[in-house]
């Protein structure tokens, strides 16, 4: 049986093997492949230190309404909601979707701006 100790040293080590990975220096970097653009991150100037904090935010809130549309899509392939709830959830997730729109809209983002490249694992949301 592991300890609390153990699994922490574990958590420790995993770290510190994930961050080997990094690169250190700017001259460490790779090129991004033919094709691609280089990953997109976020800016600590001060003047745009609130955009990119929405713009954080409002990317985990984008992936997790595509999660939630993904799991209800496959509860209504397997038949386990009523008309009604069909109807709910649906109207629900485009309420949802609007109202992103209309944030992005706010802080001058589009949807496509919420996709962050996540560099050799490709991008964080899927194509629409």
């Known amino acids: 049986m592991t300890g609390p100790a153990d699994r922490l040293r574990e958590v420790s080590d995993a770290a510190s093997r994930a961050f080997a990975l990094l690169p250190a220096r700017p001259e460490d970097l790779v090129a991004p492949p033919a094709g691609r653009s280089p990953a997109h991150r976020l800016r600590t100037d001060p003047d745009t230190v609130e955009r990119d904090l929405v713009r954080l935010v409002l990317t985990i809130v984008e992936l997790l309404r595509q999660l939630m549309e993904r799991q209800a899509l496959r509860r209504v392939d397997e038949g386990g909601l009523t008309e009604e709830q069909e109807e709910r959830l649906g109207l629900t997730l485009m309420v949802l979707h609007d109202r992103m729109t209309e ?13 962050l490249d996540l560099g050799p694992l490709g991008p964080l949301l899927p194509p629409p």
């Open 103 to 115: 944030l992005c809209d706010r802080y001058g983002l589009t949807l496509e701006d919420l996709n």
